[in-house]
């Protein structure tokens, strides 16, 4: 008992010492030293898919969807996803098929050599917003919208000592939708004495640089939700990031079962392992 009590004072105090570091690193940052981006680490969203047990909150990504299709999708392509693939977000065939008649794809050639356009099946994958990335860049000031096929994986602030320690065993992953919920909800003036470059946007918590191409996409009230959940910018922002995890992720729950069964048969394993072991070793009559 003594011990335990020890290990986690010795924790804490390890903690302790790692915030300080990152304060001093802030602290650095303000006075004009060398530049670490971000400026900001993300603060963790406490998710439903976190932890071994984790799972998708089907009402959540519904409302995610519905922001992506209405804002993201506007610069933003999904190239990976399917429209099929929607039924785990608790959607019917039906639901899927008329979701994906919303929508256009480009078909084709004909039987006269040429393209068109028709509406899509749920076999198709969602149609990207640009021709190509020259395009995409082109219109958002040089820089291209990333695809967010698998952005919330592809994302991520490293966590830096001790902490990456402790997400060994608390088994954290949810660095990249912690990233792009920080990103959202970040934007900000930029504090006196910073130049942002012209057609950029202050944000502490970009990965890259202090500002970044794309303007806040996102506000109070922007979107309708239907299920009485609070229509705020923090809302919108976790109910996209959860999103675009199932979408770069979406059988994170068969993973996460799979694990569980994984650890229990190694134990019950190693159980009779041992069993077998002491068996073999003893010392019997023969
Ligand atoms: C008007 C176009 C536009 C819209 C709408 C838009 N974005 Fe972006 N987004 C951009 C551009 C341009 C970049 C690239 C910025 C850069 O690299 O400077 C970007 C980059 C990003 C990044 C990546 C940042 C990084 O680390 O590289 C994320 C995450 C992101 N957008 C999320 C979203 C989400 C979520 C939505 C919908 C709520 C959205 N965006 C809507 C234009 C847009």
């Known amino acids: 008992m003594k011990m335990l009590v020890k290990g986690f004072l010795s924790l804490a105090l390890v903690a302790g010492l790692a915030s300080g570091a990152a304060a001093a690193e802030e602290a650095a940052h303000a006075e004009g030293g060398t530049p670490h981006y971000p400026i900001h680490h993300p603060q963790p969203v ?3 898919f976190a ?4 799972h998708y909150d089907k009402g959540q990504l519904q409302r995610g969807l519905k922001i992506y299709t209405e804002v993201c999708s506007a610069c933003h392509s999904m190239k990976l996803v399917s429209f099929r693939t929607l039924e ?3 959607y019917s065939d039906a639901q899927v098929k008329a979701f994906a008649a919303t929508h256009e794809v480009q078909d084709g050639p004909n039987d006269a050599g040429e393209m068109f356009t028709r509406k899509a099946v749920p076999s198709d994958h969602f149609p990207s917003p640009f021709p190509n990335d020259q395009a995409a860049a082109a ?8 695809d967010m096929s698998l952005l919330a994986k592809a994302r991520g602030v490293t966590r830096g000592f001790p902490q990456f320690i402790f997400d060994i065993f608390t088994q954290y992953q949810e660095g990249g939708p912690d990233y792009i919920h920080a990103l959202l909800t970040g934007y900000q ?3 006196a004495g910073v130049e942002v470059a012209p057609g950029t946007h202050y944000n502490p918590y970009f990965i890259a640089a202090p500002a970044l191409a794309m303007a806040p996409p996102l506000s109070d009230g922007q979107v309708t939700y239907d299920d009485g959940t609070p229509q705020t910018l923090d809302q919108y922002s976790k109910d996209v990031a959860a999103f675009l995890m199932w979408a770069a992720e979406p059988h994170l729950e ?6 569980f069964m994984v650890m229990v048969f190694l134990a019950i394993f190693s159980i009779l392992i041992y069993l077998t072991k002491k068996s073999v070793y003893a010392r019997k009559e023969h």
């Not at 932890?51 to 984790?54: D, E, K, L, S, V």
């Not at 219109?139 to 990333?146: E, K, L, M, S, V």
């Not at 068969?254 to 694990?259: F, H, N, S």
């Open 46 to 48: 406490d998710w439903s």
């Open 51 to 54: 932890g071994p047990f984790g």
């Open 254 to 259: 068969e993973r996460k079962r799979t694990g």
């Open 139 to 146: 219109a958002n000031g040089g820089a291209a919208p990333p």
């Open 189 to 191: 003036e930029p504090p």
């Open 88 to 90: 785990g977000l608790g």
